[in-house]
């Protein structure tokens, strides 16, 4: 049947299905019934016509508590080619396919990249259309998975076609699908339609029933070809209940057996015709045979496929199960568990459907689903509804929290507070209790919330340690420094968090100790802090969980050489399990610190990287902090605009969200873009407001780890006076820490502000340690020159400079080198051009892959790190190559030498 209407959606998906072009795929959205499973058979038919590969799945209602079971209908066709997947991908897909047990429950993200690269080597014999309708019923781990591949798959001969409902969210609205939101017929083209399935309508019925549709092709067409009396369907009804109230009447005419093998049909989480024959034939007490379906068929209701049986449009399940009675409903599922005795995950379900009332016994198998299931969205459906099936309230509330678990595990903030709001309402335990409170503690990305939120959970973890309950303490206790990072609750709920810190029965090696120190007490703590940090140092990279801690730690205290080195050894680790809602976390402390480190080419690929899955895994203050790391380096590269936007992008992050690290590095970027145009007033206003508790942007760590770009500033805009006012705040935290960052700023603005003694002061400073931290020995190499010059030493100062010149070409810092070219003529000695370095030709994206490359990764194993195709990489290496003019991975290496930085 033609579709009236719709040309310009037709000419979308015909050249979608021709190339992508510029868009990996189009998401349909739109009511039930406008058209869209109609709109995806046109592009169907084209890609059979054009000889592309088509692969189908469908979200089905039913189906949704059962984790990647779209996932297993999109990929049957290709079950033979798994074997060809590295191990690590064929184990996560095997095992989220139901195919093998031999595994733990892989993350979504990994089993994303394995269906990323069978779907890319598909596409690589031939081009593939990937059709998936019904989204918004898609079971939540494939809608995940069909999300992650939608994002990645701009350079492969893969196009993506969804479908979903107005009203239901899924996942794949926010994957990068160009969006076509289908529009109600107009007047005459759903005039045409009636004129081609109801010509012979009386006029009277056919305006009423034009009206009564209103565009809506479903309406049109089963409406007129049912000649339901629309007298019956009261106007004041949304269309879609007109629509079940339609075919619920429809099914009504049919003979009983075939109503009830209907029903089974309907509640059916599968579909296949020998279940529900069997289901009817204990319903009806007699055997059954497929006859028994025929006038389901002949009325419309129903299809019959090698096997299988499936209603015409999902409004049509749904009538049928609205029509029927509790009574009947019941009876169904039960004679649907006992078909189902060879699958116990779905047999479970079915008892649990038939249940009215508690049930522990069809609560325990909820329970043994929760623990086989492959995904944790599964594990919590189950446990949910085990939950309410409970015998008593002490169970119920066990099965919340665990759910409740889950969903934390999973980052489902909103459900983990349901699940928990629902157990405190039941009567618990302190056991329960201190569940519950730690639950709830662990989130810290995401959320505004007031600083006294902070003192509460002190006094929580206090209460719940007093309790007997230290794990829930220590975790309470985590949740709660962590906020310390993003506000500042005040010195108070400091001590009051130490307090219970020091209290509590835990080693005080424990890198939760360690970590919570240096975030609620980074000065105070920070000699404790930094000797157990060095003394770990050498064993990083058996637990990346333990060196995220630590990583984080390192940070806080100013340690940025330790914190670069433990956030490096996290990365890998998370990488390899597919945590990929962790790895934003050691990445973005691995991108600020290499940053302030002066290694701009790793800190670029790590704060890339950071952002895009911190925005994909949606942690907006990780992404904020990302994005303020980009501009920093952009700033320090010289590309002043660029730095302003991303600025301005990491500011509303922040300022949304209340993140004050956020808005710090923000404030630090912008001062370096001042002092870079020259506007040195400016520049010392940007980097003050850090010293102003009043300002967002106050952070009392990291306020004091800036102080090189503050010095110059002050110096430049004639505010010496004001500098000296802000380092007498400080003097307490350099005398109670050896924190590196800090004391090196010390020095520094110490050496510019002396009179008599500022040779000695330049002297002191370059003796110290500098070996791991090249930018500030530039930075200091270039104000001593500039010094000895303005002395009239200028001889001397020549080799200063010179050292500054050589020091910042090779970091990449633009407006620093050209500084120090600016002060070496005037010290009468020219400079040549810089060449570029390879690694400014590439973007960050593209460095990371070249620099894997480069240490003789294959496709395939840099495919696998980054959490993209082999075919992607490949592409991309075709376009590094004549951008770097090489054209081997061997000349690459001569290019991009190794460091220890880079983004493993």
């Known amino acids: 049947m033609p579709l009236f209407g719709r040309d310009t959606e037709l000419k979308d998906l ?72 590295p191990e690590r991908q064929y184990d996560a897909l095997a095992t989220a396919l139901g195919l093998s047990d031999s595994g733990d429950e892989p993350t979504a993200y990994l089993v994303g990249l394995a ?217 169904t599922h039960r004679a649907l568990a006992d078909v189902l005795a060879g699958h116990p995950d779905r047999r479970a379900w079915q008892r649990a459907a038939a249940a ?55 980052g489902r903030r909103d459900t983990a507070e349901r ?32 600083p006294s939120r902070i003192a509460e959970l002190a006094a929580l973890a206090a209460a719940v340690a007093a309790d007997g309950y230290p794990d829930a303490a220590m975790r309470i206790l985590w949740g709660a ?29 424990d890198p939760r100790i360690v970590a919570v120190s240096a975030y609620v007490a980074p000065f105070e703590r920070g000699e404790r802090v930094i000797d157990r940090l060095r003394a770990l140092a050498s064993d990083t990279g058996r637990n990346h969980e333990v060196d995220r801690f630590l990583g984080s730690a390192a940070l806080q205290v100013g340690a940025f050489d330790l914190a670069a080195h433990f956030s490096a050894a996290a990365a890998p680790g998370f990488r390899a399990a597919g945590q990929l809602g962790l790895l934003p976390r050691a990445l973005t402390v691995q991108a600020w610190t290499l940053t302030r480190l002066g290694d701009l080419p790793a800190a670029a690929r790590a704060a890339a990287e950071a952002a895009d899955f911190a925005r994909e895994t949606g942690q907006p203050f ?26 301005g992008d990491a500011e509303r992050i922040g300022l949304a969200s209340s993140a004050r690290p956020v808005l710090a590095t923000v404030q630090l970027a912008r001062g370096i873009v001042a002092l870079g145009e020259g506007r040195y007033d400016d520049a ?55 924190s590196p960052a800090l004391h090196i700023g010390w020095r520094y603005a110490h050496a510019l502000l002396a009179t008599d003694d500022a040779e000695a002061h330049f002297a002191g400073a370059l003796a110290a340690d500098l070996t791991a931290w090249p930018a500030e020995r530039g930075r200091l190499h270039l104000s001593y020159g500039e010094w000895l010059r303005r002395q009239r030493r200028v001889v001397e100062s020549r080799t200063h400079l010179r050292t500054a ?50 240490q003789g990764l294959t496709n395939r194993e840099i495919g696998q790190r980054l959490y993209l195709s082999h075919r992607t990489v490949s592409t991309h290496l075709h376009r590094i190559f004549p951008k770097l003019g090489v054209s081997s991975r061997t000349d690459l290496a001569g290019l991009l030498p190794t460091d220890e930085g880079a983004t493993a």
């Not at 800036?706 to 505010?719: N, P, V, Y």
């Not at 050589?806 to 070496?824: H, N, P, Q, Y």
């Open 115 to 331: 269906v990323l690269t069978l779907l890319a080597d598909a596409a690589y014999e031939r081009p593939l259309l990937v059709v998936a309708e019904d989204v918004h019923w898609l079971d939540p781990a494939s809608a995940e998975v069909m999300a992650f591949v939608a994002r990645r798959i701009d350079t492969e001969p893969i196009a993506v076609i969804a479908t979903s409902r107005d009203d239901i969210d899924t996942p794949l609205a926010d994957a990068g699908l160009s969006l076509v939101r289908l529009e109600p017929l107009s007047d005459d083209d759903a005039s045409a339609l009636l004129n081609l399935v109801a010509p012979e309508l009386p006029a009277q019925v056919r305006d009423r029933l034009q009206a009564e549709a209103n565009g809506n092709p479903l309406a049109l067409t089963e409406l007129a070809t049912a000649m339901v009396d629309l007298d019956e369907l009261p106007a004041a009804l949304p269309l879609t209940d007109r629509l079940e109230r339609a075919f619920s009447a429809r099914g009504a005419t049919l003979p009983a057996s075939t109503r009830a093998a209907l029903l089974a049909a309907a509640l059916n989480d599968g579909d296949a015709v020998a279940e529900t024959l069997s289901a009817a034939s204990i319903l009806l007490g007699s055997p059954t045979e497929l006859e028994i379906l025929t006038p389901a068929v002949e009325n419309r209701l129903l299809v019959l496929g090698d096997g299988t049986v499936a209603f015409r449009h999902p409004l049509m399940r749904s009538a049928l199960i609205a029509a029927a009675t509790p009574d009947e409903r019941a009876r």
């Open 684 to 738: 010392f206003a940007d980097l003050r407001r850090m010293h102003d508790p009043r300002d967002p942007s106050h952070s009392p760590a990291l306020r004091a780890y800036f102080l090189a770009e503050l010095t110059d500033a002050a110096i430049r805009a004639g505010r010496a006076d004001a500098l000296r006012e802000l380092l007498r705040g400080l003097e307490p935290a350099v005398a109670s820490t050896p």
């Open 14 to 85: 015909a050249a979608l299905v021709e190339g992508p072009a510029d868009r990996s795929g189009i998401l349909i959205r739109g009511e039930a019934g406008i058209g869209k499973s109609a709109l995806a058979d046109e592009a169907v038919a084209a890609a059979a016509i054009a000889g592309v590969r088509v692969l189908r799945t469908a979200g089905v209602q039913a189906e949704q508590n059962y984790a990647y079971a779209g996932l297993h209908r999109l990929l049957y066709p290709l079950r033979k080619e798994l074997t060809g997947l």
């Open 419 to 450: 699940l928990v709001q629902a157990a405190r309402m039941l009567p618990t335990t302190p056991r329960h209790d201190a569940t519950a409170a730690w639950l709830l503690s662990g989130f810290d990305d995401g959320l505004r919330e007031n």
């Open 356 to 410: 009215t009332g508690a049930d522990e016994q069809a609560a325990l198998e909820l329970e043994d689903v929760a623990e086989r299931a492959r995904h944790r969205g599964g594990a919590i459906a189950a446990l949910q509804r085990a939950a309410d099936l409970s015998d008593s309230p002490g169970l119920r509330a066990d099965r919340l929290l665990r759910a409740a678990e889950f969903a934390v595990d999973s």
């Open 622 to 647: 990780m992404h904020g902090l990302a994005t303020a790391v980009q501009a920093e380096i952009a700033a320090l590269r010289g590309d002043y605009p660029h730095a302003a936007a991303l600025a």
């Open 481 to 509: 420094a962590m906020r310390c990072f993003w506000s500042e609750p005040g010195a108070d709920t400091r001590r009051a968090l130490l307090a219970v810190a020091d209290e509590l029965p835990v080693d005080g090696d």
């Open 805 to 854: 010149r050589e020091i910042f070409d090779a970091l990449g810092f633009t407006a620093w080198s050209e500084r120090a070219r600016l002060e070496l003529r005037s010290a009468g000695e020219s400079s040549p051009n810089r060449d570029p370095d390879a690694r400014d030709r590439l973007t960050p994206h593209e460095l990371s892959i070249a620099r894997l490359a480069a």
